[in-house]
């Protein structure tokens, strides 16, 4: 392998003067403490517009972005021949004619899939007795013309005549529902706009429900829309007074009942809605308690009785335990344990079908599925004995079926949809993920490691590497971390990332606390007052990676994005010489300003998971020792790249670009940093699947030239 500087790989004498945001001074004063800022002028103070029409931006701050990625661009074009090499390999191993596995509904089966060449879904059903597809939803066509477009989500009417779509064309998140006819294939008048994109039909199929964005892009109120109304006469038949309280709608698996769910990162509230009285109004099933979370199922005949099925973490069951309630009678002191709490391993979703219920746990890291018959409690457990994998469930449409749908990969092993026979215990492998180009899972070594943090706890790597890979401290590693929410990071199966295993990168994903990867507790013990537990556990696990041989100790390159860009940037702030570069993807940086704002859409609910600087001192100066932009100094940082979306509305834009505005200002070093903002596009980046290839690709060729590999291979 030919090892290139990283001077070298950039060549960047040949990039010029690099691009200088002008300095604005202001500060607030904040429990006392004066916070400056000069670069507060890069949020444009009509920014809720520009999520509507970016034409606005402002002329000096679309100037600043535009100049940033013109750099950028610069600097990358003479990678581009690597750029587009990856993106072909990518490409080449997507199976472009794809299609999902159909799931019954009754007389049909429904399915999405792509074309050849085709960007966007179609959605499709087919008659469950056999006969031809046909096309429901062509995404291709609905994006003709437009510079951003995201199908969501398509639910079909109870009766199968009608199909309600969602779309977004800003990347915004501010999604219109359509309503279709089918046997026709054109749109009614029915129009709903700035809804979250969820829908749910009465079960006559003469309206369904929605949710609304408010004024500050929050959903927070539901409506009923009757089909051939005026949306300026839609019911509202909820609305969420907290700013810190986010409220969907969703089907409950038995058909009757919809659920309004509200809540934050700590405490959940739930309300039904019956499917069969267009009337229904909500009924609340416990009243919000702080820190009380539960979700619902309803069981019409459990056992002989009509049931809620409760999954929550009530009483102390900190990682959860599920228990059943008299649908008549469903509040909190009527709930009675069928599953109890059993410490340390992690309830992730349970699931209700007329004869079973299954759960999706974690055990020791891993995840399992388990089987319960209703009638006997008989309990079967479907398991996997690779070191790391990822597995998940679905239940379908149908709730009158002995059939589960779950699927399974490992870093190795590409997705199989298997149907299970929760009866008989047979399986049937429905698909397992094409690769056209070819892969061998035999070319490839996936293991699991523990590295020891700070205060002595294990934090498990998965790892991923190509078999003639030497582990001798050589190697370039790409390092992956988020840590936060209580999301964990499947070792999942993914065609990109072996672009770089095939280069003699390590890949690696750090399962550090804030996620729930070892049970409820490492999240608790990564949030709040124990946040900088996430930052120490990712410099743990590369220090480990180098001392074990698995990474050069001048060659990983870190990656996260969201509140894995919190985590890049706290790094970069703690260890800059740690690494040899980091790319952050849409990250959340500013965090203490961001947190003070509560206009912005997603500050109130995030106050539980971060805590609240504008009434809590203490929580301030927390804050202060770990926001990345606030703790920007002089010294010699790594390569950076960082990605931003103009339209984004959970981080937005001007945080990245500050940020990177501030680092130029401050580092000392020599190497570059980059920001690319798409401005078409919000916090998922670009929406068409090969568009999203040029995003992989860019950040694949930053850590090939950053890490010194064989550009040329």
Not at 221 to 233: E, P
Not at 493 to 504: A, H, Q, W
Not at 512 to 518: A, E, F, V, Y
Request: net charge negative.
């Amino acid at each position: 392998m030919t090892r290139t500087t990283n001077s070298e790989g950039w060549n960047l004498e040949a990039l010029g003067t690099t691009p200088a945001a002008r300095k604005i001074a202001s500060q607030q004063i904040v429990h006392g403490l004066t916070l400056a800022d000069d670069f507060t002028w890069l949020r444009d103070p009509k920014w809720q517009d520009v999520f509507r029409d970016t034409s606005i931006l402002q002329p000096e701050i679309r100037t600043y972005l535009e100049a940033e990625n013109a750099y950028t661009e610069k600097a990358f074009t003479p990678h581009e021949a690597l750029k587009k090499k990856l993106i072909a390999e990518m490409r080449g191993r997507i199976k472009e004619d794809d299609s999902s596995v159909p799931s019954r509904d009754g007389p049909y089966a429904y399915f999405s899939r792509y074309r050849e060449g085709g960007q966007h879904p179609l959605v499709c059903r087919e008659p469950s007795g056999g006969g031809g597809a046909e096309v429901l939803l062509d995404g291709d066509e609905l994006a003709k013309g437009k510079a951003y477009f995201s199908l969501g989500s398509a639910s079909h009417s109870p009766d199968h005549r009608l199909m309600a779509w969602a779309s977004d064309d800003k990347g915004s998140e501010l999604y219109s529902v359509r309503v279709r006819e089918i046997a026709t294939g054109k749109d009614r008048e029915d129009l709903v706009t700035d809804t979250g994109g969820g829908i749910v039909w009465l079960n006559d199929g003469s309206g369904f429900y929605y949710v609304k964005l408010d004024a500050e892009h929050r959903p927070s109120r539901i409506y009923l829309h009757r089909l051939g109304k005026n949306t300026a006469d839609d019911v509202l038949i909820y609305e969420e007074q907290d700013k810190g309280f986010f409220a969907s709608i969703g089907k409950l698996q038995a058909d009757r009942f919809a659920v309004i769910s509200t809540g934050d990162h700590d405490t959940s509230e739930i309300r039904l809605l019956d499917l069969n009285d267009p009337s229904a109004r909500p009924r609340l099933i416990e009243p919000r308690t702080t820190g009380l979370r539960y979700e619902v199922e309803h069981h019409p005949s459990f056992n002989g009785e009509e049931v809620l099925i409760v999954l929550t973490n009530a009483d102390g069951a900190e990682d959860f335990k599920i228990a059943s309630v008299p649908l008549a009678n469903p509040a909190r002191a009527n709930w009675r344990d069928l599953i109890p709490h059993s410490a340390g391993t992690l309830i992730l979703d349970c699931s209700i079908f007329k004869n079973w219920l299954t759960r999706l746990e974690r055990h020791e890291g891993l995840p399992r599925i388990v089987v319960r018959e209703i009638a006997s409690g008989e309990e079967h457990t479907i398991a996997f004995k690779e070191e790391a994998y990822s597995l998940g469930s679905s239940t379908g449409f149908e709730f009158d079926t002995d059939n589960l749908r779950f699927n399974y990969s490992s870093m190795t092993t590409p997705t199989e949809v298997w149907d299970y026979d929760m009866r008989t215990r047979g399986r049937v492998m429905r698909k397992r993920q094409e690769v056209p180009s070819g892969h061998n899972p035999a070319d490839y070594v996936t293991r699991r490691i523990f590295a020891k943090a700070k205060d002595g706890a294990m934090v498990p790597i998965s790892l991923l590497h190509h078999v003639n890979t030497k582990i001798d401290g050589t190697a370039p590693c790409l390092l992956y971390g988020y840590g936060s929410y209580g999301i964990s990071m499947p070792a999942s199966f993914s065609t990109s990332r072996l672009s770089l295993v095939d280069r003699g990168f390590v890949y690696a994903i750090a399962h550090i606390r804030g996620g729930t990867d070892k049970g409820w507790r490492w999240y608790l013990d990564g949030k709040m007052e124990k946040k900088e537990n996430t930052f120490t556990d990712f410099i743990a696990c590369g220090e480990h990676l180098i001392t074990e041989k698995f990474a050069a100790p001048d060659r990983i390159v870190a990656q996260g994005g969201s509140a894995g860009g919190l985590l890049m940037g706290a790094v970069a702030n703690l260890r800059p010489d740690l690494f040899a570069g980091i790319i952050a993807e849409v990250p959340f940086v500013d965090v203490i300003n961001t947190m003070l704002d509560g206009s912005l859409p997603l500050t109130p609910p995030e106050w539980p998971e971060w805590g609240n600087p504008a009434t809590d001192k203490a929580v301030l100066e927390r804050m202060l020792r770990y926001s990345p932009y606030d703790n920007v100094r002089p010294q010699a940082y790594p390569a950076m790249l960082v990605l931003a979306g103009l339209t984004d509305p959970r981080v937005t834009y001007w945080e990245p670009a500050k940020w990177v505005a501030k680092l130029r200002a401050y580092n000392t070093g020599t190497q570059p940093v980059f920001l690319k903002t798409n401005m078409d596009a919000g916090h998922g980046g670009a929406a068409g699947r090969f568009d999203r290839l040029d995003e992989v690709a860019l950040a694949y060729v930053f850590a090939i030239v950053t890490a010194g590999a064989n550009t040329s291979s």
